[in-house]
Nanobody, 115 residues
Framework: QVTLVESGGGSVQAGGSLRLSCAAS????????MGWYRQAPGGQRDLVAV???????NYADSVKDRFTISRDNAKRTVFLQMRSLQPEDTAVYYC?????????WGQGTQVTVSS
């Protein structure tokens, strides 16, 4: 069992920045993918960004030029640097990972962007 612990959410004005962090609780497994989804009120959970173990990254088109995902494989941690935040980025952001073929989710962290 893997527990993901998220931090870094909060409230910011449009144009501001936030950095999310997510750490996996224990070692002894291989994380193949680690990243973030988000879910706005009344919406579905959508992929924001994912980082693969080989260094490959993928982003949703809506965040591609504003968000940066990075991983520290040794520390089993993933980061999401968010810049130029807009009200439409308001959502609960969920960390996820694929560890030894099993998907795990964090509890979510709220990001609120005011205009």
């Amino acid at each position: 069992q893997v527990t993901l612990v998220e931090s870094g959410g909060g409230s910011v004005q449009a144009g501001g920045s936030l950095r999310l962090s997510c750490a996996a609780s224990r070692s002894g497994f291989t994380i193949y993918a680690m990243g973030w989804y988000r879910q706005a009120p009344g919406g579905q959970r959508d992929l924001v960004a994912v980082g693969l173990r080989d260094g490959t990254t993928n982003y949703a088109d809506s965040v591609k030029d504003r968000f940066t995902i990075s991983r520290d494989n040794a520390k089993r941690t993933v980061f999401l640097q968010m810049r130029s935040l807009q009200p439409e980025d308001t959502a609960v952001y969920y960390c996820f990972c694929n560890a030894d073929g099993i998907a795990y989710w964090g509890q979510g962290t709220q990001v609120t962007v005011s205009s």
